[in-house]
């Protein structure tokens, strides 16, 4: 499912790879994939609390982790969304 957006990510840099926007938006949304695809995987290994059972069951375990990094990929889809609006405003539709 993450896969999914590499293609219109292609398209957007192949009409429009001389606006400084589009690249901007890409490392925003590379960004963006990368801190979810990081968060389902510490979710799915369920590290740390795997590697120091009992120690992270306040405090730091892999659910709350997977939580900070979706809403930190969260913000960075935000921002790209700035980035976009900015975008529109100054160029139109």
Known sequence: MGMSGIAPIMHKLILFKNQPEAVQTTGYEVLMGT?????????????PERWKP???????????????????GAYTHYH????????RDLEGC
């Open 35 to 47: 801190l979810y695809g990081l968060g389902a995987l510490i979710y799915a290994t369920r590290i």
């Open 54 to 72: 009992g120690r992270f069951d306040i405090a730091g375990h892999s659910h709350q982790l997977f939580h900070v990094l979706v809403v930190a």
């Open 80 to 87: 790209a969304g700035l980035v976009y609006l900015r975008w």
